[in-house]
T-cell receptor
Framework: GDSVTQMEGPVTLSEEAFLTINCTYT??????LFWYVQYPGEGLQLLLK?????DKGSNKGFEATYRKETTSFHLEKGSVQVSDSAVYFC?????????FGTGTRLQVFP | NAGVTQTPKFQVLKTGQSMTLQCAQD?????MSWYRQDPGMGLRLIHY???????DQGEVPNGYNVSRSTTEDFPLRLLSAAPSQTSVYFC???????????FGSGTRLTVV
């Protein structure tokens, strides 16, 4: 079946540092790709999405590009803030199902 | 719009008891799913539905039943609770799946 692999956390950064969280997936067909964010004690929120190859999703300074040739959807942000501290989930949608990686915890310190 | 509403927010069950976690959405979404979230394991799909009268199993369906008699509601039933079902449960809905899902605030279930 489909699966998704995210880099292990936690990722610890200083404020204004560059962020990359790696995500690769395996899927039959042509999935849509999503990043969700979960702030402490809350549910999940959609952060960004991409529906076809080479699409770039973006929101709140975060970006991710749908790379079909490498089956990847890495999340990036040029300058993180303390308020970005959360758990980030990569999630492909395919064959009527949305599945999740294990999540990557990001901790940003002043 | 209320979005996706889950009840209850917290529940403690004894082993062997049964209960139903409620999920309702008011966005006329066809796609609905149930997940459980455990530490270090991300979210795992329990059951999902693509419309009223249609349900299917996800990655971890054992011990859970669902039904979808209306577009709005997608209840999750625990038939005989076990300590291994202690988890946080999330319900989510989407118009087409590819447009992204809206999540409820979760139900924290403890089975003792």
């Amino acid at each position: 079946g489909d699966s998704v692999t995210q880099m292990e956390g936690p990722v610890t950064l200083s404020e204004e540092a560059f962020l990359t969280i790696n995500c690769t997936y395996t899927a039959t067909g042509y999935p849509s790709l999503f990043w969700y964010v979960q702030y402490p004690g809350e549910g999940l929120q959609l952060l960004l999405k991409a529906t076809k190859a080479d699409d770039k999703g973006s929101n709140k300074g975060f970006e991710a590009t749908y790379r079909k040739e490498t089956t990847s959807f890495h999340l990036e942000k040029g300058s993180v803030q303390v308020s970005d501290s959360a758990v980030y989930f990569c999630a492909p949608f395919n064959t009527d199902k949305l599945i999740f990686g294990t999540g990557t915890r990001l901790q940003v310190f002043p | 719009n209320a979005g996706v509403t889950q009840t209850p927010k917290f529940q403690v069950l004894k082993t062997g008891q049964s209960m139903t976690l409620q999920c309702a959405q008011d966005m006329n979404h066809e796609y609905m799913s149930w997940y459980r979230q455990d530490p270090g394991m991300g979210l795992r799909l329990i059951h999902y539905s693509v419309g009223a009268g249609i349900t299917d199993q996800g990655e971890v369906p054992n011990g859970y039943n669902v039904s979808r008699s209306t577009t709005e509601d997608f209840p999750l039933r625990l038939l005989s609770a076990a300590p291994s079902q202690t988890s946080v449960y999330f319900c989510a809905s989407s118009y087409s799946g590819r447009d992204g899902y809206t999540f409820g605030s979760g139900t924290r279930l403890t089975v003792v």
